[in-house]
């Protein structure tokens, strides 16, 4: 999300969500950001399997534009309505506890480099946030148990997140409309599926939304009774998709025989958090 205004209807939504008595916490990417600092330093921009190839050089570009650049602009924006915005990181307070992770192409393991996957989340910080009544904006960089900081994919991030507050919903933004059904010979959108479908679809996915996808997959496994893919270029998106029943773009939900309720109910105080991936 590189658009002034579509930042700023982003912003006036989560603090509408905190007026509603909703408690949003902001896990953002910067992937646009990312790629234009490093055409400015001549330095190589590659993906695989929708997850960007990260050298110790690169990595260092990383941390700066998402912590120093993307999150201060998000915080910046949310505090024009008041003071609600705190950024942190995951490696703050060892929010996020990350591992090195290799990208599979072909049904082979490819190494991407200081790229990570979360493997544990301490909520405690981002809890401490919410209770004094502010929105912890995420910045999806994570430190090892070996001491290194990783790059993670802000949709996982926020994935993991969700599930460790017993998050309600996870509200993912991209740059299409949905989840096509029929992609590239349809356009599509499929408005709902279960897990298992989804699951069962995530093989065959284009690279752009494997990650978002999968992040929706782990995160309603996890016990968030909805993971909703919206269209990030309509202003206003993430208000209508969390508050309008007929919400835009593609919404994942638990397999029937998944027992929400009890999930939700064993959830601790925070179960109400929304979490909102920009």
């Avoid at 260092?60 to 993307?70: A, I, N, Q, W, Y």
């Avoid at 992040?215 to 969390?242: E, F």
């Amino acid at each position: 999300m590189v658009d002034e205004a579509l930042q700023q209807s982003f912003a006036k939504d989560i603090v509408d969500l905190w007026h509603a008595g909703l408690r949003p916490v902001v896990v953002h990417g910067g992937g646009p950001q990312i790629n234009a600092m490093l055409d400015r330093l001549d330095m190589e921009t590659r993906f695989e399997a929708g997850l960007r190839v990260t050298t110790p050089e690169a990595m260092e570009v990383v941390r700066m534009v998402l912590t120093g650049r993307v999150q201060r602009d998000l915080v910046g924006h949310i505090n024009a309505h008041g003071p609600f915005a705190v950024g942190m990181t995951g490696e703050d307070a060892h929010t996020m506890t990350a591992v090195r992770r290799a990208a599979w192409v072909d049904g082979r393991p490819v190494d991407i480099g200081l790229v990570g996957d979360i493997v544990d989340v301490n909520p405690g910080m981002v809890r401490t946030l919410l209770e004094q009544g502010h929105i912890p904006v995420v910045s999806p960089v994570a430190r090892g148990e070996d001491g290194q900081v990783y790059n993670v994919n802000a949709d996982l991030a926020a994935s993991a997140l969700a599930v460790a507050l017993g998050a309600e919903r996870l509200v993912m933004l991209t740059d299409v409309e949905g989840l096509y059904a029929d992609w590239p010979h349809s356009t599509d959108v499929i408005e709902h599926l279960t897990a298992d479908a989804l699951d069962a679809m995530l093989p065959e996915l284009a690279s752009g939304m494997l990650p978002k996808m999968e992040g929706c997959l782990r995160a309603v496994r996890g016990g968030v009774r909805k993971a909703h893919v919206l269209d990030g270029r309509v202003p206003h998106a993430v208000l209508r998709g969390v508050l309008d029943e007929s919400s835009p773009g593609t919404t994942v939900i638990p397999d029937p025989l998944v027992d929400t309720a009890s999930l939700i109910g064993n959830a601790p105080a925070g179960a109400n958090d929304i979490t909102a991936n920009a």
